[in-house]
Structure formats: structure tokens, C-alpha cells
């Protein structure tokens, strides 16, 4: 299998790897791996309008209510109309959500330490360079 084959092959199954991973991990706070980037977006950015939360994580506006909702079922975040735009909502992590966040962020560096367990700084420095230029090539066509 030639580079440009296999990079497509390898990024495709971590992806799916850590969606298993962060899955198991978070079942036990009712929720799956699906909610966990908005609520990690929402650690960043508390209050962010719903539509951005979708155009910020590429997810389409419907997936990204279905997931909004399983999260304010659950008790860790509420919508509440945008002031400014009436047709809009806003996403505000309540407190159980916030008492979430040191959760959450341990097990995205659990993952991040997993994968990168078999490196060195210098190539995980590397690694990560040539990801970031990567996401930067493939912004340039979306």
C-alpha cells in the first residue's frame, strides 16, 4: 500500500480507535463519544452559540441538536436564546457539566498519552507538526 493509501487508512482508524476508547470511558456519565467534542468545545468556550458550535466542530446542524440535547437531558449543559438573535441558541455548561471538565480532559490525554507512548519528544514534536500542517493543507480546500 503506497503513503498517500495508508495515511487515509491510519487516520480513519484512530479516529474510530479513540471514538471506542472515549466511549467506554465516558459510558458511565450517560454519555457517548459523540457528545464528548462539544462538550470539550464548551470547556473552551462556554455560551457559544449553537451554529458555531456546529460550523467550529464540522458537524451538521441537526447531529449537533440531537447531541445538544442528549447533553441537556443529562444535566450538563442548557440552551437559552441569543439576546441578539432570537432564532439562536446559546450552549451554557451547567454545574454538573463543569464539575465534568477535569474528567473529560483526563481521559483525552490518557488517549493522547496512549498514542503517543512509543515516541520521544522529538517525535511526537514531529508528529504533531506534520498533523497541523496537514488540518492546514485540508482547510485550504473547505
Do not use: H
Not at 63 to 91: C, H, M, N, P, W
Amino acid at each position: 500500500m503506497c503513503d498517500k493509501e495508508f495515511i487515509g487508512k491510519a487516520i480513519s482508524y484512530l479516529y474510530r480507535y479513540g471514538q471506542i476508547y472515549i466511549g467506554k470511558k465516558i459510558e458511565p456519565y450517560g454519555i457517548g463519544s459523540g457528545q464528548f467534542p462539544f462538550l470539550m468545545r464548551l470547556y473552551r468556550e462556554d455560551g457559544i452559540n449553537q451554529e458555531s458550535l456546529s460550523d467550529y466542530l464540522k458537524i451538521d446542524k441537526g447531529t449537533t441538536a440531537r447531541a445538544i440535547q442528549k447533553l441537556v437531558d443529562e444535566g450538563y449543559v442548557f440552551r437559552q436564546r441569543d439576546e441578539k438573535d432570537r432564532r439562536s441558541y446559546r450552549v451554557f455548561l451547567t454545574e454538573k457539566g463543569k464539575k465534568l471538565e477535569p474528567d473529560m480532559k483526563k481521559i483525552a490525554s490518557e488517549w493522547g498519552d496512549i498514542l503517543f507512548s512509543s515516541f520521544d519528544d522529538r517525535q511526537r514534536r514531529e508528529i504533531t507538526n506534520s498533523l497541523e500542517i496537514m488540518f492546514e493543507n485540508a482547510l485550504k480546500i473547505m
